[in-house]
């Protein structure tokens, strides 16, 4: 499960945008800090490093990878493209991202895990398909885990997010970590 690099101890690294950074609420809101906090009261050691970035699409994710690769993970869970959809950006722009990101993490050697966003309804049938088809679709052509919808649970969900309706509050952010829970648990070998 460990990487001889990092010591033996198990870093998963959470990359991605506000959704990860804890966007308004105190760092140990944060998913990373909440899902570390999870996983220790399993009694796993792991350290959960937080690698996200408010606003961040994917193109900037992409430029800012290895930069973030240098705190030495042994596993990677990617969580982007909700600001590509918010904005209306071409799916085969986030797709090409995306792409981008999970060859250069399966070159390093690094387990990585998809977390997958769906395209808001507003932006109409034909977006949502070719949005929504990235992820399952990158997850099968790296032979990777993917959790389809990080928000499940909660998008749509008042009483679980900030004042925006965009971004989850802490009990929000509880309910992902529970949800995502199981399968990160099967990612990491346990």
Do not use: C
């Not at 679980?160 to 648990?185: A, F």
């Amino acid at each position: 499960m460990a990487n001889a690099q990092s010591g033996g101890k198990t870093r998963l690294l959470v990359f991605g945008d506000s959704l990860v950074a804890g966007y308004s609420l105190p760092p140990d809101a944060s998913y990373p800090a909440q899902l570390e906090k999870a996983l220790k009261a399993k009694g796993l050691d792991v350290a959960v490093l937080n690698a996200g970035v408010s606003g961040d699409t994917t193109a900037a994710a992409l430029a800012r990878l290895d930069w973030s690769l240098a705190d030495r993970p042994t596993h990677v869970l990617v969580e982007l493209g909700a600001n590509d959809m918010l904005r209306g950006l071409a799916p085969e722009q986030a797709r090409t991202n995306l792409d981008a990101i999970l060859g250069k993490l399966k070159q390093a050697g690094l387990p990585t895990m998809l977390v997958g966003m769906v395209a808001a309804p507003n932006l109409g049938a034909d977006y949502g398909r070719r949005f929504n088809a990235i992820y399952p679709d990158l997850a099968a052509k790296y032979g990777i885990p993917l959790y389809p919808f990080f928000l499940d649970g909660v998008a749509g969900e008042a009483k679980l997010n900030l004042s925006d309706g965009m971004h989850p509050s802490r009990e929000g952010v509880t309910v992902m970590v529970e949800r995502t829970l199981p399968q990160i648990l099967r990612f990491l070998g346990q």
